[in-house]
């Protein structure tokens, strides 16, 4: 079984819709992040938690929000989506005693109509 | 703030070798990070240098100059599916193990 999943895999919505994506892992990590990617700019980091209690902004978190439900769950809200979100959303784990990686999830493949 | 920089492609032929280079500017360097994406799919950790030297791993090395804010990938004996995106991501010492990427490298190996 996977590390860190991500679901949904694909979406399709519309619109001003609101949309969660959820991830989960079973690494036992404190530390979750959730990216997004688009063509030519890589990864960039829309929050980050490093434990149940700590959430932060990353460098493009307008337009969204998470939730630390529990330390191996971090999902992802868009509350109102629009077209220039569309992209592939990443989540991420790490832990504080092994800093030096970050273990990534499949992905969740977003359009926004 | 960082700025990350990576030529955006390159080709190379079975066999052969390739180096990507990535510069980087930070105001509190704590370690570079190489990852490798096949198109689709997740990032995949390759290598970590924090100190100044080479770091050899199989086939893949990583370089690092922190002076010149400099770093490479060496990939030698190139095969097919060494074929994917490299994503050079900078640490900054303040913020844990918060990461900032660069804009990736696809590499197309050629038979």
């Given amino acids: 079984d996977a590390d860190v999943t991500q679901t949904p895999r694909n979406r399709i919505t519309k619109t001003g819709k609101r949309i969660m994506l959820e991830c989960s892992q079973t690494k036992g990590h404190d530390r979750m992040y959730w990216y997004r990617q688009d063509p030519g700019l890589g990864l960039r980091l829309i929050y980050y938690s490093f434990d149940v209690k700590d959430i932060n902004k990353g460098e493009i978190s307008d337009g969204y929000s998470v939730s630390r439900q529990a330390q191996a769950k971090f999902s992802l809200s868009l509350e109102s989506a629009i077209p220039n979100q569309t992209a592939l959303y990443f989540c991420a784990t790490s832990d504080f005693a092994l800093p030096n990686t970050q273990y990534f999830g499949p992905g969740t493949r977003l359009t926004v109509l | ?111």
């Fill in chain 2, 1 to 111: 703030g960082q700025n990350i920089d990576q030529p955006t492609e390159m080709t190379a032929t079975e066999g052969a070798i390739v180096q990507i280079n990535c510069t980087y500017q930070t105001s509190g360097f704590n370690g570079l990070f190489w990852y490798q994406q096949h198109a689709g799919e997740a990032p995949t950790f390759l290598s970590y240098n924090v100190l100044d030297g080479l770091e050899e791993k199989g086939r893949f090395s990583s370089f690092l100059s922190r002076s010149k804010g400099y770093s490479y990938l060496l990939l030698k004996e190139l095969q097919m599916k060494d074929s994917a995106s490299y994503l050079c991501a900078v640490r900054e010492g303040a913020a844990g193990n918060k990461l900032t990427f660069g804009g990736g490298t696809r590499v197309l190996v050629k038979p």
